[in-house]
């Protein structure tokens, strides 16, 4: 009795333009030795220039593909049923300029933002009031609360965000990559739904 074929599609693969696309790519294989290294060189796509950046290889034509080749194996599927296909360009370098504005639009769209919601808060007047209750003296500029407070901004952005620089503090992620995370998984799913031809079908009265 033949050994079963186990295919686990991957759920993203990144490649240059105009490669050729072998189902070790797509999908993780479990098959017999003797059959493992045909079914890693099968191909299943070839990139071309009207494929865009975006190709969606669906686990069916993975199925159809092995079947002409593996008549008599049997497929078993596990996990995704389509693998994205990326297409990577030859990344450009960064431009200085273009790095400097983006740095100083977010530097100080940033400070704008902190300081009009401390505005909208009264901070000033609350850190005054509580600086009068604890020393009984009335100061108009509470420095032994403003300086801590805003050393402790900073570093409450730093463990929130759980990065200094490219360094993270903990293996455990951010808010920000939580929310790339759920943005990326949404935008897959869209891809899926539209680029897959075989995702949808309309049936037409004749």
Do not use: C
């Not at 050729?20 to 003797?34: G, V």
């Not at 002409?68 to 194996?73: D, G, I, P, S, T």
């Not at 078993?76 to 389509?82: L, N, R």
């Amino acid at each position: 009795m033949e050994k079963p074929i186990y295919i686990r599609m991957r759920n993203r693969v990144q490649t240059r333009p105009r490669e050729t696309i072998y189902l070790k790519d797509a999908a993780q294989i479990i098959a017999d030795d003797r059959e493992l290294g045909k079914l890693q060189q099968i191909v299943i796509h070839q990139l071309s220039e009207k494929d865009g950046n975006i190709v969606i290889i669906d686990v069916m034509k993975v199925i159809e593909l092995i079947a002409k080749q593996f008549a008599e194996m049997e497929v078993q599927t596990i996990g995704p049923a389509q693998t994205i296909i990326e297409v990577v360009s030859k990344k450009k370098g960064v431009s200085i300029p273009f790095f400097l504005l983006i740095w100083f639009l977010l530097f100080f769209g940033s400070a704008l933002t902190l300081m009009n919601f401390h505005d909208d808060v009264s901070m000033r007047s609350v850190q005054e009031k509580i600086y009068t209750i604890i020393t009984g003296k009335k100061e108009t500029k509470p420095l032994l609360f403003q300086i801590p407070y805003s050393i402790g901004l900073g570093l409450g952005m730093i463990l929130f965000f759980n990065h200094v620089f490219k360094k993270r503090i903990n293996d455990e992620p951010s808010p920000l990559e939580v929310e790339m995370f759920n943005y990326q998984m949404d935008l897959d799913n869209y891809v899926i739904l539209n680029e897959n031809k075989e995702s949808m079908k309309r049936v037409h009265d004749d």
